[in-house]
């Protein structure tokens, strides 16, 4: 079956270690994002990637780092420097966005993400 | 800096009902919109994309319209049921970078 996949559903944390999520697609898509939600609250893009070995920062990436050394997998690091971890975190993939219409139709597929707590 | 708005109040509503909920967009001119659909605990599922040259599209008992002068999207659902009930998500293109951003959503409640 394909699809994007994020392990584990669920991570305790101690204050002060770095954590790496896990995320893998199988649908050969060549864009992938990492978002954060808190309670109650809307998707918060932390990184996105569109190529191997590339990847932007989004609107919140201070206190994460990823990496992209293959186009299936795009895992996320929280680290110590991220001051309130505790949340859930979604990733995706798409295909590229196409930037002006007609084009092909594209969709972002979301992993059944992963809670992160703080203890 | 470009921004998304979607009402931040839930949406009550009675089944059988249309439900429209508003999307608003500020300093960017995007190219398509999409919509999504999130259950509590879950990652939010693709509903319809809306192209800048389309007026309104259309998928069973979803309808879209796109509004490029007005900045708008707004997204209706007919006779809806409690089975609709969920947060819906309006993600205009940004145009740079394939970024995907999304509004912060509204939450649908319909009673039966």
Redesign the interface.
């Known amino acids: 079956d394909g699809g994007i996949t994020q392990s584990p559903k669920y991570l305790f944390r101690k204050e002060g270690q770095n954590v790496t999520l896990s995320c893998e697609q199988n649908l050969n898509h060549d864009a992938m994002y990492w978002y954060r939600q808190d309670p109650g609250q809307g998707l918060r893009l932390i990184y996105y990637s569109q190529i191997v070995n590339d990847f932007q920062k989004g609107d919140i990436a201070e206190g994460y780092s990823v990496s992209r050394e293959k186009k299936e997998s795009f895992p996320l690091t929280v680290t110590s420097a991220q001051k309130n971890p505790t949340a859930f975190y979604l990733c995706a993939s798409s295909d590229l966005l196409p930037l002006t219409g007609p084009g092909r139709n594209t969709e972002a597929f979301f992993g059944q993400g992963t809670r992160l707590t703080v203890v | 800096s470009q921004k998304i708005e979607?009402n931040s109040e839930a949406l009550n509503i009675q089944e059988g009902k249309t439900a429209t909920l508003t999307c608003n967009y500020t300093n960017y001119s995007p190219?398509?919109l999409?919509w999504?659909r999130q259950d509590p605990?879950?990652?939010?599922?693709?509903l319809l994309?809306i192209?800048?040259?389309?007026k309104e599209k259309r998928k069973e008992r979803l309808k879209v319209t796109f509004d490029t002068t007005l900045k708008q999207s707004l997204f209706h659902i007919t006779a809806s049921q409690p089975a609709d009930s969920a947060t819906y998500?309006c993600?205009p293109?940004t145009?740079g970078?394939?970024?995907?951003?999304?509004?912060?959503?509204t939450r649908l409640a319909v009673h039966p």
């Open positions: 979607q190219a398509y999409q999504y605990g879950r990652g939010p599922v693709f994309l192209r800048e040259n389309e998500l993600a293109h145009g970078y394939n970024k995907l951003i999304f509004g912060a959503g």
